[in-house]
């Protein structure tokens, strides 16, 4: 009798992006941030911002921004902006570096590892720093509106900024943002994978099986969840875009001066601040990208008639 023939591997299929992709990615986001996403996003960086507030003193000064909407300060236009093209841009990087990685012999872990940090990097330099300036003009124009002064319109005191600092006031803190980004989405993706891999061999599926929706919002949760680990960074991006007064603090910010001042300042537990609403927006994120995707999928397909391949 013949000796069975070793399963051969599966073949490593680069997919291409697709318009229909990316539409489905930027109808997700849109929703997301304009729903939940805002609000969760406003509670972690006035936490962050202002250590010393408790998540119930957060709440209130939000609050005392204009009631409801005080939620949803800097949705319009920054938010808007982001979500509309920061998942373009990490699809097209993303998708590339893992399967360059895979290519070279790299495993689901390190491939989805890979493609997030790339991803990552690519979103902060190519989107965040114009929606990092938009969300300082918000805050600019609340405190200007607050001492009873006519704030400029929004692209006025974007061309001041421009004017005044050039590229470099701008895209302020966009290192730390760059660093919180590739750490992120390098965690997310590559924790996503595990989890995949663990719950596949939980429920005996094969490698590469499709999971249930159930299933990949508890792979992808763990995922989003778990990457709140760099917390810290987060903390010291607020910072450094801040517009704080504080006679100590250092001129002249950087990733390392802005750490030393946080933790001499709050300690430990001044680098977690509103590491509990980040994690909510998270989980919301999973929801709205994985537990909403199919429904979307169909719409998208319905609309543009073209298969939409990417994975959410």
Excluded at 18 to 47: C, D, H, R, W, Y
Excluded at 116 to 122: E, F, H, P, Y
Excluded at 149 to 164: E, L, Q
Aim: proline letters at 4%.
């Amino acid at each position: 009798m013949s000796a069975l023939a070793p399963k051969q591997p599966q073949a490593l299929e680069k997919k291409p992006v697709k318009f229909s992709n990316l539409l489905l990615g930027a109808g997700l986001n849109m929703f997301e941030v304009t729903t939940l996403g805002q609000p969760l996003e406003v509670i972690k960086t006035t936490m962050a911002a202002n250590r010393k507030d408790g998540f119930a003193s957060a709440m209130t000064r939000i609050w005392g921004r204009g009631g409801v909407l005080g939620y949803y300060q800097g949705l319009i236009p920054w938010a808007w902006i982001e979500a509309s093209t920061k998942g373009a841009v990490l699809l097209f990087v993303a998708s590339e570096a893992e399967f360059y990685s895979k290519s070279f012999g790299a495993s689901d872990f390190v491939g989805g590892i890979s493609g997030g940090i790339a991803g990552g990097v690519a979103q902060a330099y190519a989107t965040m720093g114009f929606c990092t300036c938009m969300k300082t003009v918000e805050i600019t124009r609340h405190k200007q509106a607050a001492s009873g002064i006519k704030p400029p319109g929004s692209f006025a005191t974007f061309m001041d900024i421009y004017r005044r600092e050039g590229i470099k006031g701008i895209n302020r803190g966009v290192n730390a943002v760059a660093l919180r980004q590739m750490t992120n989405w390098g965690s997310r993706f590559g924790l996503s994978r595990l989890a995949e891999q663990g719950i596949r061999r939980v429920t005996g599926k094969e490698e590469g099986a499709k999971l249930s929706a159930m299933e990949k919002i508890l792979a992808s949760g763990l995922g989003g969840g778990l990457s709140a680990w760099n917390q810290p960074i987060e903390v010291i991006r607020v910072e450094m875009q801040s517009k704080t007064e504080d006679p100590n603090r250092p001129k002249n910010l950087t990733v390392g001066k802005t750490l030393k001042y946080i933790y001499q300042s709050n300690g430990l537990k001044g680098l977690y601040r509103g590491v509990a609403p980040r994690i909510g927006l998270g989980v919301w994120q999973t929801i709205c990208m994985v537990g909403m995707g199919d429904m979307a999928k169909e719409a998208v397909e319905r609309l543009t008639g073209d298969e939409v391949t990417a994975k959410h």
